[in-house]
């Protein structure tokens, strides 16, 4: 079955950085493009970055365009966020997941734990 398994959350300050990854399995990595999620507390899941499948084409939410980058491995199918000059608004719980139009939501059903992140002085 398709899992996600994310990894390296923390507490920062602002204006640190963080690296933050996704292990993908049961299903074919490379043949699907790949995004990361984040859940603030009370507020709805965004989207705030996606890389198609070879990597070379990235979109990124606004509240984060020139600070976050998103890379993929496809031999190692991992998924990478690189967070620089963080911000306290950046605090959430961040996920990943594939990106496929013609499933509900656009993602896999299931859903990894997911990795805390904090941004506070």
């Known amino acids: 079955q398709v899992q996600f398994v994310e990894s390296g959350g923390g507490l920062v300050q602002p204006g640190e950085s963080l690296r933050l990854s996704c292990v993908a399995s049961g299903f074919i990595f490379i043949n699907y493009a790949m995004s990361w999620y984040r859940q603030a507390p009370g507020k709805e899941r965004e989207l705030v970055a996606r890389i198609n499948t070879v990597g070379n084409r990235k979109t990124y939410a606004d509240s984060v365009k020139g600070r976050f980058s998103i890379s993929r491995d496809n031999g190692k199918k991992t998924l990478y966020l690189q967070m620089n000059s963080m911000k306290p608004e950046d605090t959430a719980v961040y996920y990943c997941?594939?990106?496929?139009?013609?499933?509900?939501?656009?993602?896999?059903?299931?859903w990894g734990q997911g990795t805390q992140v904090t941004v506070s002085s």
């Open positions: 997941n594939l990106f496929d139009p013609a499933r509900a939501g656009n993602t896999a059903a299931s």
